[in-house]
């Protein structure tokens, strides 16, 4: 084996045949082998050894559900801003959901501007989903061509005009092309009869009305179609944030029967109960929406056995002031981009789950999903040197001002949670340390490779991972006196572990 550049230690790392004590050897961004603990240091000077005792190290985050607003909604989010959140959070990529930004990943010159929004300004890996809305089937095949990820479509209104949903025909067309080219349809899965048929909320501040007005019986109806159509034209599909467990013995069944279907749940969804959910707390309102406890313990059961097949974020920030204290007219949507491993982690470990479940299903199986199975998700030779070192243990309250998010809104506000990040690295070179993103390292992705890379990062990688770390702390450390010369900067607190950074 060529000698390392980087050794990363740990009596505890995760790898696809489990947790065991190892070291971890990284040459030029990858993981060439996975060593016994005790490994002798190479002899070649200048290899790094990054000894992180008992922490735990996983395979970094893939988040495939990310909606970054940017470019159009900068001020609800932006590139530079989820990505150190994400950073910060031990994610090492994410995808980019096509609505909420202008104008929407809807045809390849849409793509276009959104890469040149990202270029330059990303902390983590990105990529991106294409949309399928009314009247752009032919501008699929060529996204596909471009390296979009998938298709979004919505069966109800997204919210935001420019993203209107599918109606039968259009849906019928965007899944017969789809299959044409061996392309995925993400979907969000909510019946429009349902919704138009149930209560309203608007001037409601209570949960109650909210709840009632997206009852589950909109997303069994919605994921029936789906499998359904799924059947018919041969179309891989897969469920977006699911949060009604009636849905799964509908997703169980139509797999048995060879239906190519998956399905995802957030955090959210895992975590928090409809009882719970003060009048007025408008920072809960998601679509679909938190349920009650007895449905989120039927999703834990799908998680265990397989029916749910990732657990992303579903980050879908906004501006404080529009998370009015009226369900019917807030902005849907929960931020947790940063603090998606530790809300999970602290459900999984009272339930009996390991640090291995969580790998699986934050890291491998959105990978899976995305194609990217043999870059990300995993600990292993060949795989891209992403790593989150994770201390399991350590607890720290929530303090939405100390978040990287652009805006600090955040159901979790105030919440004690355990597995702090201590340290996310990608490709090799140390992207944070104790909630303290250190510099905007990323790469935007394609579906079959690398789209291109930051300017600075290029030359690094191809330069000695160790320069690379040291540019990437100097560029930290210039940004966090900038940004307390304008008055602008979080203190530098670190978000996750609630501590001063080193």
């Known amino acids: 084996m060529t000698d390392p550049d980087v050794l990363l230690r740990s009596t505890r790392v995760v790898t696809p045949e489990g947790e065991r004590p190892a070291t971890v050897a990284v040459t030029g961004g990858r993981i060439t082998a996975v060593l016994p603990h005790d490994a002798p240091r190479a002899r070649r000077p200048g290899i790094r050894l990054h000894d992180y005792g008992d922490a735990v190290l996983l395979p970094g985050l893939v988040d495939t559900h990310v909606h970054v607003n940017d470019p159009g909604r900068e001020s609800w989010e932006g590139f530079a801003t989820a990505t150190r ?49 009314p009247g752009n089937t032919h501008a699929l095949r060529p ?57 309203g909320c608007h001037g409601s501040a209570r949960y109650a009305d909210f709840l009632a007005s997206r009852p589950a019986e909109a997303e069994h109806r919605a994921v029936t179609r789906l499998i359904d159509a799924a059947g018919r034209h041969g179309t891989r599909v897969h469920i977006l944030h699911l949060s009604s467990a009636g849905a799964l013995p509908l997703i169980a069944a139509a797999r048995a029967a060879g239906v190519r279907i998956t399905a995802e749940t957030c955090p959210h969804f895992l975590t928090l109960t409809a009882e719970e959910i003060p009048d007025g707390a408008t920072a809960f309102k998601c679509c679909p929406p938190i349920r009650e ?36 007219a807030a902005w849907g949507g929960i931020s947790s981009l940063q603090l998606g491993l530790p809300v999970l982690w602290t459900a999984a470990r009272r339930r009996g ?25 995993a600990i292993a030779p060949g795989r891209d040197a992403d790593i989150a070192v994770v201390d399991p243990d350590a607890a720290f309250t929530v303090d939405p001002e100390a978040l990287h998010h652009r805006n600090p809104v955040t159901a979790y506000a105030g919440r004690t949670l355990y597995g702090v990040v201590r340290a996310t690295w990608l490709r090799g070179v140390r992207i944070a340390d104790h909630g303290r993103p250190l ?16 300017a600075a990062e290029t030359a690094a990688a191809a330069a000695d991972p160790a320069e690379a770390e040291a540019e990437a702390e100097a560029e930290a450390e210039a940004e966090a006196e900038a940004e307390a010369e304008a008055g602008t900067g979080t203190g530098e607190a670190a978000a996750a572990a609630g501590e001063e950074p080193r």
């Open 85 to 133: 959140a994400a950073a910060a959070g031990g994610i090492t990529t994410l995808l980019d959901m096509p609505l909420n930004s202008l104008p929407p990943t809807t045809t390849p010159a849409h793509l276009a501007v959104k890469r040149r929004a990202a270029a330059g300004r990303l902390h983590i890996d990105a990529g991106f989903w294409g949309g399928a809305v």
């Open 143 to 199: 996204l596909h061509r471009a390296g979009v990820f998938g298709f979004k479509c919505f069966l109800s209104p997204s919210g935001v005009e420019e993203f209107p949903p599918l109606d039968g025909e259009d849906l019928t067309a965007a899944m017969k092309e789809i299959t044409g080219f061996g392309g995925l349809l993400i979907v969000h899965a909510e019946d429009p009869a349902q919704l138009g048929a149930a209560p």
């Open 293 to 328: 406890a007895a449905n989120r313990d039927a999703l834990w059961a799908a998680l265990a056995d397989g029916t749910l097949d990732c657990v992303v974020s579903d980050h879908s920030p906004c501006t404080a002031d529009l998370k009015v204290p009226d369900f019917g």
């Open 353 to 377: 789950f390991g640090m291995a479940d969580l790998a699986r299903w934050m890291s491998a199986g959105p990978a899976a999903l995305a194609g990217l199975e043999g870059r990300k998700g």
């Open 439 to 454: 510099a905007r390292t990323g790469r935007l992705l394609t579906r079959t490779g690398t789209e291109a890379a930051a």
